[in-house]
């Protein structure tokens, strides 16, 4: 008997998205190769899992298009009434799917009452394509309520995010893609009144959690995430295909996605716990037992599962690097154009609390993008802009950051994967280059900087653009815990229509509603 298998993408994200069950599209395949369930590492003429995702990418001349309405209204997610932000009228929002290569279009109209928006696509590189990463105050002004926008990119590798699946080959085979499984922080406060609170008095419990957009009345970070008498085969980080490895229990940051295959058992009236467990050693949450969802194979059974969850460990760091090794392998130089040691630290005034990378809190400022300084060839660049210049093409560049305080922070590089050289607690410094692994490292675009620890990154500068590195933790970026890498600036893409336009549609929104920028929007 064939034993199904499904395939799961497993993520937490604060992007609104979907949980729709969703099959992948019809490809155009060779006789040769064709990606089937028994054949997940085929694609197309020329392309499977082998190819090199970063210097080529197939084009389909397929164009995905999709209309987005942001807009405010109250829901209940878990029960409990309050102010949320819907796409075309659902949470989580609708979900974007395309084939490896097509172009991919959405508008964005910005229905809210009182607030500017963007849409960053998390987890899509944007090579060449900086100006529609949807970065409010860096790659674009905020759309101004009434306004639109249109953000054009190339599904530039398979995978998934908020509310996004890009087919394309994988390193195993499974039978079905059942879709997405959200895991959010719930709060019942905004966004706003969050940031207002971490600013005074220090990082919100959350009270809640959600599995898709839903749960009944669970902080932040990260959760180990199961299925009860289930395994579970990763497959994917962040995009990045590694060798398959198995498990019981997935550690996912906050911003991290792993792409996770699971075998079902034949049909059974029995019923089983998906779990997200909030990490209690990096987070403070409410009722770390209650965030739930159930897998039944039989429809009509309505009861509730009696399994048992694994045991797991309680801890806030990554997965282990070792487990990580992805598909293609690209080594890192171990030596590099540019480094830098990037210290955290926290300062407390009257009444905020701010973050600092080397000294600096960073900020900018809405009405004034940094692309729309580039195209101005501005060249005054202020400390608390943190820009890092990256000139030259094809260079390393090593980041260290070292963080002091007794809390975990999810790194993300916008326009990039990243390499990670090392982690760990203590100190590092870059003299000390020889403990590094530059053989097929790990490669991802959001980590877990450790508790009291460090992280050592590398990237090479194969993307002009204005990226954004930040702690994924929302009210950590609002409090200035970000820098900014202008990379290969003379060599930008721009469209100074739509810089301008949007630009002066939130110009003038700014001015008639007196809005006054309370952080850097990003
Ligand atoms: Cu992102
Ligand atoms: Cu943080």
Redesign the pocket.
């Known amino acids: 008997m064939h034993v199904l298998s499904f395939i799961i993408h497993s993520l937490i994200t604060i992007i609104p998205a979907a949980s729709a069950f969703s099959l992948p599209f019809k490809h155009t395949r060779d006789s040769s190769c064709v990606n089937s369930a028994s054949n997940r590492a085929c694609w197309t003429d020329g392309f499977d899992i082998s190819t090199n995702y970063y210097e080529k990418v197939p084009d389909t001349g397929v164009v995905r298009e999709y209309w987005f309405n942001v807009e405010n209204t109250t829901a209940a997610p878990d029960g409990v009434e309050m102010p949320v932000q819907l796409i075309n009228g659902s949470f989580p929002g609708p979900t974007i799917i395309a084939d490896w290569g097509d172009t991919v279009v959405i508008h964005v109209t910005n229905s809210l009452q009182n607030n500017g928006t963007g849409l960053h696509f998390h987890g899509i590189r944007q090579n060449f394509t900086n100006q529609m990463d949807g970065v409010p105050s860096i790659t674009q002004c905020p759309i101004a309520p009434g306004e639109s926008y249109t953000y054009r990119w190339r599904a530039a590798w398979d995978g998934v995010f908020g509310g996004i699946i890009i087919n394309g080959p994988a390193t195993a085979n499974y039978d079905i893609d059942l879709g997405h499984v959200f895991l959010n922080d719930w709060y019942h406060q905004t966004a706003d009144q969050l940031v207002l609170e971490a600013a005074t008095g220090g990082p919100p419990t959350a009270p809640n959690g959600l599995i898709n957009g839903t749960n009944t009345w669970g902080d932040k970070g990260t959760f180990v995430s199961m299925i009860d008498d289930h395994n579970l085969e990763v497959i994917a980080n962040d995009f990045v295909p590694i060798h398959p490895f198995n498990t019981t229990q997935l550690s996912i940051g906050m911003g991290q996605r792993y792409d996770v295959i699971v075998t079902a058992k034949e049909l059974t009236s029995e019923n089983f716990w998906l779990r997200a467990i909030p990490q209690e050693a990096c987070s403070e949450t409410d009722l770390t037992s209650k965030v739930k969802g159930i897998i039944r194979y039989d429809n009509s059974s309505t009861v509730d599962p009696t399994t048992s969850a694994y045991e797991y460990t309680d801890f806030c760091a990554d997965e282990e690097s070792f487990d990580l090794i992805p598909y293609l392998q690209v080594n890192a130089s171990d030596t590099y154009a540019y480094g830098e040691k990037e210290e955290v630290e926290v300062q407390v005034t009257d009444n905020a609390m701010l973050?600092l990378m080397n000294k600096t809190s960073f900020d900018t400022q809405w009405e004034y993008p940094t692309l729309m300084q580039v195209a101005d060839n501005n060249q005054t660049w202020l400390a608390r802009q943190r820009v890092i210049h990256l000139p030259e093409a094809n260079r390393w560049v090593y980041f260290v950051i070292h963080s002091p305080f007794a809390q975990d922070?999810p790194m993300h590089l916008h326009g990039h994967d990243f390499w990670v050289l090392d982690s760990g607690y203590g100190n590092f410094d870059l003299s000390m280059k020889c403990e590094l692994t530059l053989v097929n490292a790990p490669r991802r675009d959001v980590l877990m900087l450790p508790a009291s620890g460090y992280v050592v990154i590398a990237m090479k500068t194969v993307n002009p653009g204005a990226w954004l590195m930040h702690?994924h933790?929302a009210w950590?970026t609002s409090e200035g815990?970000a820098i900014q890498l202008l990379e290969r600036e003379s060599e930008i893409r721009l469209n100074d229509e739509v810089l301008n336009s949007t630009c002066k549609g939130w110009q003038n929104y700014a001015v008639e509603d007196d809005v006054v920028q309370h952080d850097s929007g990003v």
Do not use: D
Request: overall charge neutral; glycine content about 0%.
């Open positions: 973050w922070h702690c933790i950590h815990f």
